[in-house]
């Protein structure tokens, strides 16, 4: 069982940055996909990013990656999410989420492992 724990959460004005960042614990292989989630009352949870397991192949949502980025610490075990030019609409709670193998799909279905979720408030 593999164990997430987000941090990095706020609050932040339209324009800001932030950076989310989860540490993995318990049965992690370095072959391990990670990912970012979040989600919006009433909605359900959408995909943001993802990495593999060394780092090299890297996938976001839509127009996310203009603006953000997913990177790892490998030997660490934590994946960081550097958010920049933060939109309301950006306002969510973001979980991280690992499975054991890389897919072109990222379905929340597909993640057997999630964090707590941690909030991100953007103001306008």
């Known amino acids: 069982q593999v164990q997430l724990v987000e941090s990095g959460g706020g609050f932040v004005r339209a324009g800001g940055s932030l950076r989310l960042s989860c540490t993995a614990s318990?049965?992690?292989?370095?072959?391990?996909?990670m990912a970012w989630f979040r989600r919006t009352p009433g909605k359900e949870r959408e995909f943001v990013a993802a990495?593999?397991?060394?780092?090299?192949?890297?996938r976001y949502a839509g127009s996310l990656e203009e603006r953000f980025t997913i990177s790892r610490d490998v030997a660490a075990n934590t994946v960081d999410l550097q958010m920049n030019d933060l939109k309301p609409d950006d306002t969510a709670v973001y979980y991280c989420?690992?499975?054991?193998?890389?897919?072109?799909?990222?379905?929340?279905?597909?993640?057997?492992?999630w964090g707590q979720g941690t909030q991100v408030t953007v103001s306008s």
């Open positions: 318990g049965r992690i292989f370095g072959h391990f996909t």
């Open positions: 989420a690992a499975r054991s193998y890389w897919s072109s799909t990222f379905l929340p279905s597909d993640f057997g492992s």
């Open positions: 990495i593999s397991g060394g780092g090299v192949t890297k």
